[in-house]
């Protein structure tokens, strides 16, 4: 079956650590996003890729960083200089980049606790 | 610029009650609209989408119809089930140029007790 995947779904840290959250896709997907989930709030999105190689930020790039060197792959690392890492992430994409109303698809999330 | 505001949850309800959550958005051009529901420990999963005015999204007895003169999304089912026990998301994609950026509402938490 066709789908995102995104490993660990739990991942636990010290402060001061940078970490990498795994997505892959096999859909075939040219675009894909990484979101950041807070209770009680939306989603808010921190970087997204259209092709591989290229990747823009979103509305909350600070402390993060993302690479795109194969399509099927788009690694999220939250490096130490994110203020407040602790939250739900998830990776979404979706078929064809520009089209304005194709829906995004979701991994399962990692659920990442920095203590 | 663009934005989703939601009711407010938890929403309470018993089983077989009508349901709305109640969705307006702010924005620029024409954009789609969508709702995507979260289950417990899950990412989130298109529920349905309306891309013009007027257009009357429906999947699984939800239903949500785009009106463009309340700039309004609200999702409505006529009976919820326990299984219903959710949160729910109401979103908008800009227009032309907004490269499938979804703009999300803080979402909405339902529960259904039996």
């Known amino acids: 079956d066709g789908g995102i995947t995104q490993s660990p779904k739990y991942l636990f840290r010290k402060e001061g650590q940078n970490v990498t959250l795994s997505c892959e896709q096999n859909?075939?997907?040219?675009?894909m996003y990484w979101y950041r989930q807070d209770p009680g709030q939306g989603l808010r999105l921190i970087y997204y890729?259209?092709?591989?190689?290229?990747?823009q930020k979103g509305d909350i790039a600070e402390g993060y960083s993302v690479s795109r060197e194969k399509k099927e792959s788009f690694p999220l690392t939250v490096t130490s200089a994110q203020k407040n890492p602790t939250a739900f992430y998830l990776c979404a994409s979706t078929p064809v980049s520009g089209l304005f109303n194709s829906p995004l698809h979701f991994g399962n999330g990692t659920r990442l606790t920095v203590t | 610029g663009n934005s989703v505001t939601q009711m407010e949850g938890p929403v309470t309800l018993s089983e077989e009650a009508f349901l709305t959550i109640n969705c307006t958005y702010t924005a620029t051009g024409y954009p789609s609209l969508f709702w995507y529901v979260q289950y417990p420990g899950e990412g989130l999963q298109l529920l349905l989408k309306?891309?013009?005015?007027?257009d009357k999204g429906s999947n699984k007895g939800f239903e949500a119809t785009y009106r463009k003169e309340t700039t309004s999304f609200h999702l409505e089912k006529g009976s919820v089930q326990v299984s219903d026990s959710a949160v729910y998301f109401c979103a908008l994609m800009p227009g032309a140029g907004g490269y499938n950026k979804l703009i999300f509402g803080a979402g909405t938490r339902l529960a259904v007790h039996p």
């Open positions: 890729s259209q092709i591989v190689n290229d990747f």
């Open positions: 859909l075939n997907h040219d675009a």
């Open positions: 309306a891309t013009k005015a007027d």
